[in-house]
């Protein structure tokens, strides 16, 4: 029986990866929690009387502390999914993110390689680090061209990742994960304001008085998978037989105003009752005369990455990884799930 110590487990990515390794691997999942004021445990509650997960403080911005998790705990995995994974507050905390997302993964790096060289390492990467596209689709191959803070500390990472394992020939790797959502997906993050709000609209609509949802950038188009294929592929990418890193994706791009106009759809707002007008920040998303959804400049980034699109042919090939739901699955799981719980 191994030791997979993971961090960010009380977030998506965290949360769904044990639940992969508590039901695939006979594994003990230790998981490390910033220890805060108010709980916030809802996505590992029904964990916690596993005899197999263990919730222990880990706070890796704290060097020390982060020294003494792995001196103790000598893990055979470090799973990191923590980090501040809000673009668009990146702008507004640089420095956090770059602590949380860069500095923190060389604590975590120094302390594997001073007391448990042999543990094998993910860190948790991501496509806004190729920002600024020059080709569609994304592969491996794609220059790092981040456009926002967090796509900077991401790519920043990812060199001291590559750094350390050829310097040390450590286990250490940094995949990258185009966008993946899911039921447990922050409520900031643009999907799930998306099926959050459009499960509200659907319930309020009948009083005739609801406020429209207020997005920024609705031409943004993403790569978009579920959450909980991309587990099990981070998990193939950890037990290969030497370290190689790859692009998860579902091979397709879809823009915000298709999860919108999908998202309403599954909501009982059919698309051919409903319509786009006026233009710019003037634009509406329309259902029998009522508006659905409205532009607000405000949610607007200094700087947009209009396109990710990603191409996995090689995680396919080499891994025997490929998504297993659509993105039209996606959306009407995310829909579903919000129409059922709020």
Same mark, same amino acid.
């Given at each position: 029986?191994?030791k997979?110590?993971?961090?960010g487990?009380?977030?998506?990515?965290?949360?769904?990866?044990a639940?992969f390794?508590?039901?695939?691997t006979e594994h003990?999942?230790?998981?490390? #929690?910033? $220890?805060l004021?108010?709980k916030?445990?809802?996505n590992?509650?029904h %964990?916690l009387?596993n005899?197999?997960f @263990?919730?222990?403080?880990?706070d890796?911005?704290?060097?020390?502390?982060?020294?003494?998790?792995?001196s103790e705990?000598?893990p055979?995995?470090?799973i990191?999914?923590?980090?501040?994974?809000f673009?668009?507050?990146s702008?507004?905390?640089?420095?956090?993110?770059m602590?949380t997302n860069?500095?923190a993964v060389?604590?975590?790096l120094e302390?594997?390689?001073?007391?448990?060289?042999?543990?094998?390492y993910?860190?948790?990467?991501?496509?806004?680090e190729?920002?600024?596209?020059l080709h569609?689709?994304?592969s491996e191959?794609?220059?790092?061209?981040?456009?926002?803070?967090?796509?900077?500390?991401k790519?920043?990472?990812?060199?001291m990742?590559? #750094?350390w $394992?050829?310097s040390y020939q450590?286990f250490?790797i940094?995949?990258? %994960?185009?966008?993946?959502?899911?039921t @447990?997906r922050?409520?900031e993050f643009?999907t799930r304001k998306?099926?959050?709000?459009?499960?509200?609209?659907?319930?309020?609509y009948?009083?005739n008085?609801?406020?429209?949802l207020e997005?920024?950038?609705?031409?943004a188009?993403?790569d978009?998978?579920?959450?909980e294929?991309?587990?099990e592929g981070?998990?193939?990418?950890l037990?290969?037989?030497e370290?190689?890193?790859?692009v998860?994706?579902s091979?397709?791009?879809?823009s915000i105003?298709?999860f919108?106009e999908?998202a309403?759809?599954?909501?009982?707002?059919?698309?051919?009752?409903c319509?786009w007008?006026?233009k710019?920040v003037?634009?509406?998303?329309?259902?029998e005369?009522?508006?659905l #959804?409205?532009?607000?400049?405000?949610?607007?980034?200094?700087?947009?990455?209009d396109l990710?699109w990603?191409d996995?042919?090689?995680a396919r090939?080499?891994?025997g990884w490929k998504?297993?739901?659509?993105?039209?699955?996606?959306?009407?799981k995310?829909v579903?799930h919000?129409?059922?719980y709020?």
């Amino acid at each position: 029986m191994k030791k997979i110590l993971i961090t960010g487990v009380t977030g998506q990515d965290g949360s769904f990866m044990a639940d992969f390794l508590l039901g695939n691997t006979e594994h003990t999942i230790i998981a490390g #929690v910033r $220890r805060l004021s108010v709980k916030n445990h809802g996505n590992i509650q029904h %964990l916690l009387d596993n005899p197999r997960f @263990r919730l222990i403080d880990f706070d890796v911005s704290d060097q020390a502390n982060v020294e003494q998790v792995i001196s103790e705990e000598n893990p055979d995995y470090f799973i990191n999914f923590a980090a501040n994974s809000f673009v668009g507050n990146s702008w507004t905390q640089p420095v956090s993110h770059m602590t949380t997302n860069c500095l923190a993964v060389l604590y975590q790096l120094e302390a594997i390689r001073k007391y448990s060289p042999d543990c094998r390492y993910y860190n948790a990467g991501s496509s806004e680090e190729f920002g600024d596209v020059l080709h569609s689709p994304q592969s491996e191959l794609h220059p790092l061209r981040p456009r926002s803070p967090y796509g900077v500390s991401k790519a920043s990472a990812r060199h001291m990742v590559k #750094v350390w $394992r050829d310097s040390y020939q450590l286990f250490a790797i940094q995949g990258w %994960l185009f966008n993946h959502e899911g039921t @447990r997906r922050g409520e900031e993050f643009v999907t799930r304001k998306i099926t959050k709000n459009v499960a509200r609209i659907k319930n309020e609509y009948v009083l005739n008085n609801f406020k429209p949802l207020e997005l920024g950038n609705v031409d943004a188009k993403r790569d978009w998978s579920d959450a909980e294929d991309f587990v099990e592929g981070v998990w193939l990418m950890l037990n290969q037989e030497e370290p190689k890193e790859y692009v998860l994706s579902s091979n397709e791009t879809h823009s915000i105003r298709e999860f919108i106009e999908e998202a309403f759809n599954f909501a009982g707002f059919a698309v051919e009752k409903c319509e786009w007008v006026g233009k710019g920040v003037d634009e509406k998303y329309i259902h029998e005369g009522k508006v659905l #959804v409205q532009i607000n400049p405000d949610f607007y980034r200094p700087a947009e990455v209009d396109l990710l699109w990603g191409d996995s042919s090689e995680a396919r090939r080499d891994l025997g990884w490929k998504p297993k739901s659509s993105f039209l699955d996606l959306v009407k799981k995310m829909v579903d799930h919000d129409l059922a719980y709020g």
